[in-house]
Structure formats: C-alpha cells, structure tokens
T-cell receptor, first 111, second 112 residues
C-alpha cells in the first residue's frame, strides 16, 4: 500500500459527459502526476501539479484539466468525453523529482 | 521523439527459471530510470536507477543501468507464480519535474 488513494474505483459515463476523478497524495509529497493507461499500453503522462500549479503537461487536449489543493490532493477533470477516453487513470504522488508512488487507479468506461 | 522500448512484450516461463527483461530508451535530459510491477491496477515501485553500472537488488530481483548503451535490465531469479505481472520501465526526463515516459511493459507469466 502506497498511501495514495483514488476515487471512484470505476465509473461508466456517456460520450459528451464530464467526469471528475480524485486523488489524495501520500503524506509529505508535494507533487501529483496524472497518467492515462489504455489497455495493453504503458501509462501516458497527462499533467503534473506542484504546489497547486500545473507544472508540465503531456500531449492531451485542453478538455483534460486539473487542480491541486493546499493539502496536495488533486482532481482530474475531463470534459466532452470521447470513447477513446476509456482507460485506467492513475495518479502518482512524489517529492519533486523523486520516485513516484501510484494509487490504485480509476477505471473509466465511456459508452 | 522521446521513447522507451521494452522487450520482450510477453514471456512465459516455469517456476524456478531466471528471466531478464530489457528496457532501452531515447530521451533528452535523462535523469533516472524506474522499474514498476503492475499486477492489477497500481504499478508498485521496484527500483530507481541513476548511475551506470551500479546494481540495485531486492530479494530475487535486481536491476542495472547502462547509460552508454541507453538501456537497463531487470533480472528475476528463481521465479515464482507470484512474479506473474506486467513489468513497466519508465524514464524520468527533463522538461518538468519528475515526468515519466513509460514503455509498453513486459507481461511475465510464471507457470507452476
């Protein structure tokens, strides 16, 4: 157990809807990174938050957005869901530049 | 384009065998290479390697980085059925603090 938690565990949404995923980081970690893992692929970097500011972004469109709160927990929001957004969404917390510890993930299915 | 390539993509062995998983990378501003084990959902951290030629060991697992060859290997000796998992290699590269690029993973199946 890493101490990183995510909610919900899984959910089903319809194309065009919006979704919010949540992550609470491990104690002492000020950085949270979000990843999307499609079936049979390695995780792909979405973005990272450090001290409540976005600190880097991968090749994901603006409809993927996030927040980090003063307690370092974080949210990932996805608007206008598409079928290809179906994936496992992982968050990882870490000290800056340190090894990343992953939460159990949220399985999102878009129909 | 930055990339991480793992081989083989899948591997079936019997209990007691020794396996070697490979990871090669092409990234700008390399910082470290990490290995993770993914059984169901959350990848669990195994090793972080920053220096070439220094082996990291944990029980039956060991790993080493070769910065000249831009590669790393993960060895598992005396495999057990509980070692069955996807093993992910990731590289921490420059740009933003701590971003990781992952390979596709190696799916290891250990038969009794």
């Amino acid at each position: 157990e890493t101490g990183v938690t995510q909610s919900p565990t899984h959910l089903i949404k319809t194309r065009g809807q919006q979704v919010t995923l949540r992550c609470s980081s491990q104690s002492g970690h000020n950085t949270v990174s979000w990843y999307q893992q499609a079936l049979g692929q390695g995780p792909q970097f979405i973005f990272q938050y450090y001290r409540e500011e976005e600190n880097g972004r991968g090749n994901f469109p603006p409809r993927f957005s996030g927040l980090q709160f003063p307690n370092y927990s974080s949210e990932l929001n996805v608007n206008a869901l598409e079928l290809d957004d179906s994936a496992l969404y992982l968050c990882a917390s870490h000290p800056t530049g340190g090894e990343q510890y992953f939460g159990p993930g949220t399985r999102l299915t878009v129909t | 384009e930055d990339k991480v390539v793992q081989s083989p993509l899948s591997l079936v062995v019997h209990e007691g065998d020794t396996v070697t998983l490979n990871c090669s990378y092409e990234v700008t501003n390399f910082r470290s290479l990490l290995w993770y084990k993914q059984e169901k959902k959350a990848p669990t951290f195994l090793f972080m390697l920053t220096s070439s030629g220094i082996e990291k060991k944990s029980g039956r697992l060991s790993s080493i980085l070769d910065k000249k060859e831009l590669s790393s290997i993960l060895n598992i000796t005396a495999t057990q059925t509980g070692d069955s998992a996807i093993y992910l290699c990731a590289v921490n590269y420059g740009g933003s603090q701590g971003n990781l690029i992952f390979g596709k993973g190696t799916k290891l199946s250990v038969k009794p």
